[in-house]
């Protein structure tokens, strides 16, 4: 009879994670621990899966400020100012457009997620989402009521988890190191009397930048 009691526990409709765990579950300290934990978890996949997909672009952003910082933009034709913008404005749409393969962590993922990161066995956080199915039965019920208040016991202090994007995979060369190192040295290079400014990739006639002419004279001769 205890099988066939178990087995009358469904999970039930999709769950999202504005739902609450059933009446049955009298703790509310472990209840408001475990709403900070799913919040905080799910900020966490939120940002170790946009991450990548936003690095491209990131890239294709710190290679402009670099171009325009050492001056890339000046000294050129129009036309041919033009076209570098476009290759950096077509390339940052493109890089764009990895954002349509984010999606949002469900419910199940932030509980499996939360009972991972805590290391809960026995999978306590979806056993407070379980509702019977078929047909009410009093030993069934109580059997369901007590499992979850045991299981709501390792549901106090629980923590968060954080972001782990896996950045080293999507970037094996290591380009992210590189296009830093290129800002930093652009953004010093762009306060010498050659260095570019961002606003160069935007005015048309930027013209060549010319260095005027020095003479040196003396009034008296040096004696050499």
């Known amino acids: 009879m205890l099988c066939c009691s178990l087995r009358r526990l469904e999970s039930g409709p999709r ?12 703790d509310t300290k472990a209840l408001r621990s475990l709403h900070g934990s799913r919040l905080a978890v799910r900020a ?9 997909l936003v ?5 294709v952003f710190a290679l402009f400020l670099a171009a325009s910082w050492f001056g890339l933009f000046r000294g050129v034709q129009d036309q041919i100012r033009v076209g570098l913008l476009s290759i950096f404005a077509l390339s940052g749409l493109g890089a764009l457009t990895l954002l349509r393969r984010f999606r949002f962590p469900t419910a199940a993922e932030v509980d499996r997620r939360v009972e991972a990161a805590n290391q809960l066995k026995h999978t306590p956080v979806q056993a ?7 047909k009410a039965d009093s030993f069934g019920d109580a059997l369901r009521r007590e ?3 045991r ?3 390792k549901l106090r202090g ?4 954080t972001p782990r994007p896996r950045v080293p995979e999507h970037d094996p060369w290591a380009l992210r190191s590189i296009a830093a ?10 306060y010498g009397s050659t260095g570019g400014r961002l606003s160069d990739a935007f005015q048309p006639g930027a013209g060549i930048v010319t260095i005027p002419p020095r003479i040196d004279a003396w009034i008296t001769p040096p004696g050499y």
């Open 15 to 26: 769950r999202t994670l504005d739902d609450e765990p059933t009446k049955t579950t009298p």
């Open 44 to 52: 966490s996949i939120i940002v170790e899966r946009l991450w990548p």
């Open 55 to 59: 690095l491209p672009f990131l890239l």
């Open 128 to 134: 407070q989402f379980e509702h019977p199915g078929g």
């Open 147 to 149: 499992h979850q208040k």
């Open 151 to 153: 299981m709501a016991d």
């Open 158 to 161: 629980l923590g968060g988890d």
């Open 181 to 190: 190192l290129l800002v930093a040295t652009a953004f010093a290079y762009s």
